[in-house]
């Protein structure tokens, strides 16, 4: 049974940083894809980082790109989402969530994604 459990959350200032965490367990191979949604109030979900668990591959959009860095460590079953200069309108409910299709121009659409973590709170304020 695969599952995905974030942890790392928290309230951070402006201009802080932050790392995710994603443990993924249950999977029988690598050929798969881990993204980072997030929910902030009154918006849409919204990818921000996709990796390949298989070689690396990453996709962020233009919103994060150059402050948010994910990466993966297969040993462990673990994927990271390193945040820096994070900004207010960061203030999201951040999850993991995992697809069986890989990687792909598919990494920040949500119903792509079959699995799905719990989710953790980032909060950017004074």
């Known amino acids: 049974q695969v599952q995905l459990v974030e942890s790392g959350g928290g309230l951070v200032q402006p201009g802080g940083s932050l790392r995710l965490s994603c443990t993924a367990s249950g999977f029988t191979s690598d050929s798969y894809a881990i993204a980072w949604f997030r929910r902030a109030p009154g918006k849409e979900r919204e990818g921000v980082s996709c990796i390949s668990v298989a070689d690396g591959r990453t996709y962020y959009p233009s919103s994060v790109k150059g402050r948010f860095a994910i990466s993966r460590d297969k040993g462990v079953n673990m994927v990271y989402m390193h945040m820096d200069n994070l900004k207010p309108e960061d203030t999201a409910v951040y999850y993991c969530?995992?697809?069986?299709?890989?990687?792909?121009?598919?990494?920040?659409?949500?119903?792509?994604?079959?699995?799905w973590g719990q989710g953790t709170q980032v909060t950017v304020s004074e």
């Open positions: 969530a995992a697809t069986l299709r890989g990687w792909g121009p598919w990494c920040s659409t949500a119903h792509v994604f079959d699995f």
